[in-house]
């Protein structure tokens, strides 16, 4: 228990390496926890939307994923895509395979409360992404690295540090079938272009 604890605490001062391979300042990248809680609330926001318009979510199970989806970084660090792109295909699935080792290895931690079983289930639905709570986290995770784009932009990086990402994260969420995603995909678009305007 202990140890699983101590995770918690050390994803504080773990950061989120992805953006010190966009040129970002090691003092302006977020940790994963920074990450992570704002991924959890921006699956909360997605989960009671869809709920709402009359879509079945386990809004529990969706917070579970969204605050254990990247906890297992704090034994990998943060595996960048950028490290694993010379992999090709092979990169993702090396991927998973390490942090979900890394994850069983925490589980253990939970034995004595008996979650152990529980939590490594939410986390391989997370990986095998079929379910509508795991579309919502993924889609969360992936609207949480434009809001940092439009952060940073804010403090004054130059927006061409990060199109490529820009890029490929909005293509990843324009074919979701979730109505939320894409509501708030296009308030977040339209929020950068405004703030461009004026800058301008």
Same mark, same amino acid.
């Given at each position: 228990?202990?140890?699983?604890?101590?995770?918690?605490?050390?994803?504080?001062?773990?950061?989120?390496?992805?953006?010190?391979?966009?040129?970002?300042?090691?003092?302006?990248?977020?940790?994963?926890?920074?990450?992570?809680?704002?991924?959890?609330?921006?699956?909360?926001?997605?989960?009671?939307?869809?709920?709402?318009?009359?879509?079945?979510?386990?809004?529990?199970?969706?917070? #579970?994923? %969204?605050?254990? !989806?990247?906890?297992?970084?704090?034994?990998? &660090?943060?595996? =960048?895509?950028? @490290? $694993?792109?010379?992999?090709?295909?092979?990169?993702?699935?090396?991927?998973?395979?390490?942090? #979900?080792? %890394?994850?069983? !290895?925490?589980?253990?931690?939970?034995?004595? &409360?008996?979650? =152990?079983?529980? @939590? $490594?289930?939410?986390?391989?639905?997370?990986?095998?992404?079929?379910?509508?709570?795991?579309?919502?986290?993924?889609?969360?995770?992936?609207?949480?690295?434009?809001?940092?784009?439009?952060?940073?932009?804010?403090?004054?990086?130059?927006?061409?540090?990060?199109?490529?990402?820009?890029?490929?994260?909005?293509?990843?969420?324009?074919?979701?079938?979730?109505?939320?995603?894409?509501?708030?995909?296009?308030?977040?678009?339209?929020?950068?272009?405004?703030?461009?305007?004026?800058?301008?």
């Amino acid at each position: 228990m202990v140890s699983f604890l101590q995770a918690l605490s050390d994803l504080k001062s773990l950061p989120r390496s992805g953006w010190l391979s966009h040129r970002i300042s090691f003092h302006d990248v977020e940790s994963v926890a920074d990450h992570s809680f704002s991924t959890a609330v921006l699956s909360l926001v997605l989960a009671n939307f869809e709920v709402k318009n009359g879509n079945r979510v386990n809004v529990e199970r969706v917070l #579970k994923m %969204a605050l254990l !989806h990247d906890l297992a970084e704090v034994l990998t &660090f943060d595996i =960048s895509k950028n @490290y $694993l792109e010379y992999l090709g295909a092979r990169g993702r699935i090396l991927k998973n395979e390490i942090e #979900k080792s %890394a994850c069983a !290895h925490l589980g253990k931690a939970m034995e004595s &409360f008996g979650l =152990s079983e529980e @939590y $490594l289930a939410v986390y391989d639905e997370y990986l095998r992404d079929r379910t509508i709570e795991a579309n919502i986290v993924h889609a969360a995770d992936r609207l949480d690295i434009l809001l940092q784009v439009i952060n940073l932009e804010h403090r004054g990086y130059p927006g061409t540090l990060m199109r490529d990402l820009w890029m490929a994260t909005t293509k990843s969420l324009v074919n979701t079938k979730l109505r939320s995603v894409q509501k708030i995909r296009r308030i977040i678009v339209r929020q950068r272009r405004s703030r461009r305007v004026r800058q301008s």
